[in-house]
T-cell receptor, first 113, second 111 residues
Framework: DAGITQSPRHKVTETGTPVTLRCHQTENHRYMYWYRQDPGHGLRLIHYSYGVKDTDKGEVSDGYSVSRSKTEDFLLTLESATSSQTSVYFC????????????FGDGTRLSIL | GNSVTQMEGPVTLSEEAFLTINCTYTATGYPSLFWYVQYPGEGLQLLLKATKADDKGSNKGFEATYRKETTSFHLEKGSVQVSDSAVYFCALQTGANNLFFGTGTRLTVIP
């Protein structure tokens, strides 16, 4: 298995609170991604990073921010969580180049009440 | 734009039956194509991939051929097992390394 660790694995919190999810990799891959998975939507890209301090928005970035201060860590922050952000969040990593597959972590189940 | 359309599920098959899960795509340029599998409570795992037209990806008895003329990448397996029960996702990747996923197809194999 690719060395990807997501933390926490489960979290329940209240609307309006800040939440930070962490993704840690041991593969030294350049690219890191955050997705959310919801029934009927497959996986949708929130943000991605192509290097330290280099990030860009994905399809569903509103309400989310990210930071990457080290190659191995990619943080996803919900500044003020809403119930619509209840979801399962997956981190992924990949090497550089067309055709490089993404490798996924085991996910974080986030419930916002 | 980029998008993936895959067969609606759920799909229920008896053990040793033949499996086909249809996947078609719309893409700008020349994408790479992937099938991922997700077992309950786990993340997605790469099942197979193809990076150019007419390539065939294969793994664990599953196959898919990149058909540019029909913009398709259908997943097939000749004889499914109970352990193949999972959700299967078709995805395409553009030059920016971004993946675009289909909505997933849940497969249940009964003994």
């Amino acid at each position: 298995d690719a060395g990807i660790t997501q933390s926490p694995r489960h979290k329940v919190t209240e609307t309006g609170t800040p939440v930070t999810l962490r993704c840690h990799q041991t593969e030294n891959h350049r690219y890191m991604y955050w997705y959310r998975q919801d029934p009927g939507h497959g996986l949708r890209l929130i943000h991605y990073s192509y290097g330290v301090k280099d990030t860009d928005k994905g399809e569903v970035s509103d309400g989310y921010s990210v930071s990457r201060s080290k190659t191995e860590d990619f943080l996803l922050t919900l500044e003020s969580a809403t119930s619509s952000q209840t979801s399962v969040y997956f981190c992924a990593i990949s090497g550089t180049g067309q055709g490089q597959p993404q490798h996924f972590g085991d996910g974080t189940r986030l419930s916002i009440l | 734009g980029n998008s993936v359309t895959q067969m609606e599920g759920p799909v229920t098959l008896s053990e040793e039956a033949f499996l086909t899960i249809n996947c078609t795509y719309t893409a700008t340029g020349y994408p790479s194509l992937f099938w991922y599998v997700q077992y309950p409570g786990e993340g997605l795992q790469l099942l197979l991939k193809a990076t150019k037209a007419d390539d065939k990806g294969s793994n664990k008895g599953f196959e898919a051929t990149y058909r540019k003329e029909t913009t398709s990448f259908h997943l097939e397996k000749g004889s499914v097992q109970v352990s193949d029960s999972a959700v299967y996702f078709c995805a395409l990747q553009t030059g920016a390394n971004n993946l675009f996923f289909g909505t997933g197809t849940r497969l249940t194999v009964i003994p």
